[in-house]
C-alpha cells in the first residue's frame, strides 16, 4: 500500500511566507486500484507524485510504500524505487541508452539480476507495450509515442507494484494517447498494477476507478467520477471543468431528459440513455 499521513512539503523550508506546495495530505492507494490525479496548474500535482516516489521527502509528515518510510536510506530506499516506478511527461528525460532493447534492459540490469531473469523482463515488457519488432531500433528513430512506449516498458521491466504516470498524454496525439490509458487499464487488470495517472484533460479520467482532485497543495475531492463531476460547480472554483460529454448529459437533463443518468460519463450512457426516453 501507498500511505500518506499527514505530509506537507515545502521546496524552501526555510521561507515561512510561502505557503507549502503540499499541505496536511492523506492518502491511501492500493494494489491494482486506478487512480486519476486532477488540478489546476500548480495545484500541487506533480509534487505529491514526487513524493510517493520518494524522489521528494516531506518537510513533515509521513509516506510509506509497502509499509516503508521514504526518508528511509541504503536498501529499503532501494527496495521503495523497485515497488514504485515513474514515468515522466517528456520521455526524452529519462531515456539513457541508443536502442529500445537496451533502453528496457538499464532497470533490470542494475538491479543485479541473473541474465536470464532480465530477458525474461524485458521480453514481455516489449510485448505488453507491442514493442517487440522495434527491440533493435534506434531511439532517436522512434516517435514521441513510441519513446513513451519505451520509456513505460522500462519502468515495467522492474516489475513495480505501482506506476506513476506524470501527464503523459500531452505530447501525444489522441489515438496514442487512448491507446495508452487502454494499456494502463490492461496493466492494472492483469498485472495488478496500481497506476496513478496525472493529467489535467477530464476526458481521460472517466474510466478511472478514483479520481483525486488536488487544489492549493490539498486534496479537495476525492472519490469515483461519477461523485466528483456531480460537483460541477466547484470543479468550477478551482479552474475545471466537467467532460464535454458530462456538460451536454447537464443540458439535456436540464432540458428535461430525465432517462439520462445525473452524471454522463461516456458517449454510450448518453446514446443509451436518449434512446430509452423513446
Same mark, same amino acid.
Given at each position: 500500500?501507498?500511505?500518506?499521513?499527514?505530509?506537507?512539503?515545502?521546496?524552501?523550508?526555510?521561507?515561512? %511566507?510561502?505557503? $507549502?506546495?503540499?499541505?496536511?495530505?492523506?492518502?491511501?492507494?492500493?494494489?491494482?486500484?486506478?487512480?486519476?490525479?486532477?488540478?489546476?496548474?500548480?495545484?500541487? !500535482?506533480?509534487?505529491?507524485?514526487?513524493?510517493?516516489?520518494?524522489?521528494? !521527502?516531506?518537510?513533515?509528515?509521513? =509516506?510509506? =510504500?509497502?509499509?516503508?518510510?521514504?526518508?528511509?536510506?541504503?536498501?529499503?530506499?532501494?527496495?521503495?524505487?523497485?515497488?514504485?516506478?515513474? /514515468?515522466?511527461?517528456?520521455?526524452?528525460?529519462?531515456?539513457?541508452?541508443? &536502442?529500445?532493447?537496451?533502453? /528496457?534492459?538499464?532497470?533490470?540490469?542494475?538491479?543485479?539480476?541473473?541474465?536470464?531473469?532480465?530477458?525474461?523482463?524485458? @521480453?514481455?515488457?516489449?510485448?505488453?507495450?507491442?514493442?517487440?519488432?522495434?527491440?533493435? @531500433?534506434?531511439?532517436?528513430?522512434?516517435? =514521441?509515442? @513510441? %519513446?513513451?512506449?519505451?520509456?513505460?516498458?522500462?519502468?515495467?521491466?522492474?516489475? $513495480?507494484?505501482?506506476?506513476?504516470?506524470?501527464?503523459?498524454?500531452?505530447?501525444?496525439?489522441?489515438?496514442?494517447?487512448?491507446?495508452?490509458?487502454?494499456?494502463? @487499464?490492461?496493466?492494472?487488470?492483469?498485472?495488478?498494477?496500481?497506476?496513478?495517472?496525472?493529467?489535467?484533460?477530464?476526458?481521460?479520467?472517466?474510466?478511472?476507478?478514483?479520481?483525486?482532485?488536488?487544489?492549493?497543495?490539498?486534496?479537495?475531492?476525492?472519490?469515483? $467520477?461519477?461523485?466528483?463531476?456531480? !460537483?460541477?460547480?466547484?470543479?468550477?472554483?478551482?479552474?475545471?471543468? /466537467?467532460?464535454?460529454? &458530462?456538460?451536454?448529459?447537464?443540458?439535456?437533463?436540464?432540458?428535461?431528459?430525465?432517462?439520462? $443518468?445525473? /452524471? =454522463?460519463?461516456?458517449?454510450?450512457?448518453? %446514446?443509451?440513455?436518449?434512446?430509452?426516453?423513446?
Amino acid at each position: 500500500m501507498l500511505e500518506v499521513h499527514n505530509a506537507t512539503f515545502h521546496y524552501n523550508a526555510q521561507d515561512t %511566507k510561502t505557503p $507549502p506546495a503540499l499541505h496536511d495530505i492523506n492518502l491511501h492507494i492500493e494494489p491494482g486500484e486506478m487512480v486519476a490525479v486532477i488540478g489546476h496548474n500548480g495545484s500541487g !500535482k506533480s509534487t505529491l507524485t514526487r513524493l510517493l516516489a520518494a524522489i521528494l !521527502k516531506p518537510t513533515s509528515g509521513e =509516506v510509506r =510504500v509497502e509499509g516503508l518510510p521514504t526518508t528511509a536510506h541504503g536498501e529499503d530506499l532501494w527496495t521503495i524505487r523497485q515497488h514504485v516506478g515513474i /514515468v515522466f511527461q517528456n520521455p526524452d528525460d529519462q531515456l539513457v541508452a541508443n &536502442t529500445v532493447i537496451d533502453d /528496457v534492459s538499464f532497470g533490470p540490469e542494475n538491479l543485479g539480476l541473473p541474465r536470464h531473469e532480465i530477458e525474461e523482463r524485458v @521480453q514481455e515488457a516489449l510485448s505488453i507495450l507491442e514493442l517487440t519488432e522495434y527491440a533493435q @531500433q534506434p531511439l532517436t528513430d522512434l516517435s =514521441v509515442g @513510441q %519513446k513513451q512506449q519505451v520509456a513505460i516498458a522500462g519502468v515495467l521491466a522492474m516489475r $513495480p507494484r505501482y506506476l506513476i504516470l506524470d501527464e503523459p498524454t500531452t505530447m501525444l496525439p489522441g489515438h496514442l494517447g487512448r491507446a495508452l490509458l487502454a494499456t494502463e @487499464q490492461r496493466l492494472a487488470r492483469e498485472q495488478g498494477i496500481a497506476v496513478i495517472h496525472i493529467t489535467h484533460f477530464m476526458r481521460e479520467v472517466t474510466d478511472f476507478q478514483r479520481v483525486i482532485v488536488m487544489h492549493q497543495g490539498r486534496i479537495a475531492l476525492d472519490g469515483p $467520477p461519477a461523485s466528483i463531476f456531480a !460537483k460541477a460547480e466547484m470543479l468550477h472554483s478551482m479552474g475545471l471543468d /466537467v467532460p464535454m460529454v &458530462t456538460r451536454l448529459g447537464q443540458r439535456l437533463r436540464a432540458r428535461g431528459w430525465s432517462t439520462l $443518468p445525473e /452524471v =454522463v460519463l461516456s458517449s454510450e450512457q448518453l %446514446k443509451a440513455g436518449l434512446c430509452s426516453s423513446n
